[in-house]
């Protein structure tokens, strides 16, 4: 039997259709949905636009975002003041943007209550606005890494006196505060930024009064001695790693480290033999040396 052409342009649009759904793909719309679903949103266009109804079919023309006119892929995402100032506690998860793939622009101002922000590993590429996140007062989790966001502004993090975790892993960071000494209001417990290409900003963070527990700066082209004093002022550091930097001399170590159980310096230009004291790194804890 002849299918003609007439049933190919059927067979054709039935296709189309299982991927998109009048403008915009169907996988980023029901996205869309459950974005909203777990926002519980006090704003009246917000829960107008996003809705499954017949007339809502084109996630396209809903409130709060913008897609690509090209491909219908949503590109942009504003949401800020969709969630009322007393609301509950909202935890984000971040899975809820991984059907985004061309995202570009997210914009979530206001979220006031938010305390843990994590968007890793999901290959989001283009300018982050952190304007907003001063207004995160309660924000204590905060994990930009394995994105290609460049820059971000390090002093951008500075006012939240809540924060305690930050993961900016493959990040480009830069510093606009040349000649001003950094006073972050915040107390970090961990930090990881590995290949932040940042070699001076990393070294100004490690001269901030933190009382680090778990620091990784791997690959980063960091030069100089082993910064020992980076040990004696965090006497809390449980898992130290400067793999795969420029460090040279020879190892110094604090009399007394009673909290570490991982240092990893390897591949770096560290010589010389292992310090006497190391007597006081139990067996059962990790050491990476060459």
């Known amino acids: 039997m002849e299918f003609g052409i007439f049933g190919w342009w059927l ?3 039935d296709l189309f259709q299982l991927s998109s759904v009048h ?11 459950r974005l909203k679903a777990s926002m519980n949103s006090s704003d009246d266009d917000f829960v107008t636009s996003w809705n499954s109804s017949q007339e809502g079919r084109n996630c396209c023309d809903w409130e709060h975002h913008m897609c690509d006119e090209t491909t219908g892929r949503v590109i942009k995402l504003h949401l800020s003041y969709v969630r009322a100032l007393d609301q509950e506690v909202w935890y984000l998860n971040a899975s809820l ?14 979220m006031t209550q938010l305390r843990i922000f994590d968007i890793s ?41 809540k924060l305690e975790i930050i993961f900016s892993d493959g990040n480009n960071l830069v510093d606009e505060t040349l000649s001003q000494r950094w006073i972050p209001s915040f107390q970090l417990k961990g930090f990881s930024c590995s290949s932040c290409f940042s070699r001076r900003i990393i070294t100004r963070f490690l001269h901030c009064e933190f ?19 980076l040990l004696e002022n965090n ?12 460090l040279t001399g ?8 009673p909290n570490l159980f991982h240092l990893d310096i390897s591949f770096n230009n560290i010589q010389g033999q ?12 990790v050491f990476k040396y060459f």
């Open 23 to 33: 403008g915009c793909l169907r996988e980023e719309r029901e996205a869309l949905l």
């Open 121 to 161: 590993s999901n290959r989001f590429n283009g300018n982050i606005d952190l304007s907003p996140l001063p207004s995160l007062k309660l924000l204590e989790y905060l994990d930009l890494s394995h994105n290609y966001f460049n820059p971000i502004t390090f002093s951008s993090f500075f006012n939240l006196s």
């Open 235 to 246: 006497s809390r550091l449980a898992v130290l790693n400067f793999r795969n930097n420029s």
């Open 97 to 110: 943007f991984i059907p985004f793939q061309e995202l570009k622009y997210l914009d979530l101002a206001n």
């Open 274 to 285: 292992i310090p006497t004291n190391f007597d006081c790194f139990p067996k059962s804890r």
């Open 211 to 229: 009382d680090l527990q778990e620091l990784h700066l791997p690959h980063n082209n960091l030069t100089g001695k082993f910064p020992t004093w």
């Open 11 to 13: 067979m054709l649009a």
């Open 250 to 257: 020879t190892l110094q170590l604090p009399s007394h480290y």
